[in-house]
Each structure stands twice: as C-alpha cells, then as structure tokens.
C-alpha cells in the first residue's frame, strides 16, 4: 500500500493550492483520510479529516479557508487550500486509515508536499 501526494509547491500571500492524495495497493477499504502538516521547528499537526461517509473535521486555523474531499472510488483525498498565508507554510502529509485482507486496519503515511507561502 502506498500513499502519493501530489499539488504543493509556492504561492503567493492569498493565493491557493489543490493538494491531492492518491493510494495505490492491494486496498479492501480505506477508512478516514487526513491531512497533517510540519512547519520547521513544529511538531506535526492535523489540518483536516474525513471519514468514508463524508463527514469532515477542520482545526481552526484552517475553517473556511481549507476543504477536504474524498473520491472513494478513485481512493483519493484532496484539500483545496485558500486565502493561503506564510503560515500556512509547511509540508504536508497525507494520512489514511487502510483495510487490506492481509493486514487488517493500519494508518498509512504519504511522503509528504512542501507548501510555501510567500509574503
């Protein structure tokens, strides 16, 4: 099972980004989907979830700003960024929950997508 991220890169102070997540393997049901994010210096903190059902968590920083979408078909995750700020510098991770017949349910992380924001 492999999670790919894809969509970062550097933006102006307002702008946006549509970061995507793909996971690829031998997948029976992939659970919740989560985007996290490590600026330097910081630990790693949840931006936005999602479960398989569609139900979204956002953390406060990021309300209104930010939307999280699944395609459960596709088993993709996507976080469309917006009104971006220097803040919201960081990379970014993707995070799913992963059923498989061999392995049960495990988290999976992506390898991350620098995001930068430029004042």
């Known amino acids: 099972v492999q999670l790919v991220e894809s969509g970062g890169g550097l933006v102006q102070t307002g702008g946006s980004l549509r970061l995507s997540c793909a996971a690829s393997?031998?997948?029976?049901?992939?659970?919740?989907m989560t985007w996290y994010r490590q600026a330097p210096g910081k630990q790693r903190e949840l931006v936005a979830g999602?479960?398989?059902?569609?139900?979204?968590n956002y953390a406060d920083s990021v309300k209104g700003r930010f939307t999280i979408s699944r395609d459960n078909a596709r088993k993709t995750v996507s976080l469309q960024m917006s009104s971006l700020k220097p803040e919201d510098t960081a990379v970014y991770y993707c995070?799913?929950?992963?059923?498989?017949?061999?392995?049960?349910?495990?988290?999976?992380w992506g390898q991350g997508t620098q995001v930068t924001v430029s004042s």
């Open positions: 995070n799913a929950d992963i059923t498989t017949i061999l392995t049960g349910t495990e988290p999976y």
């Open positions: 393997g031998i997948i029976f049901k992939i659970e919740t």
């Open positions: 999602i479960t398989y059902g569609g139900s979204t």
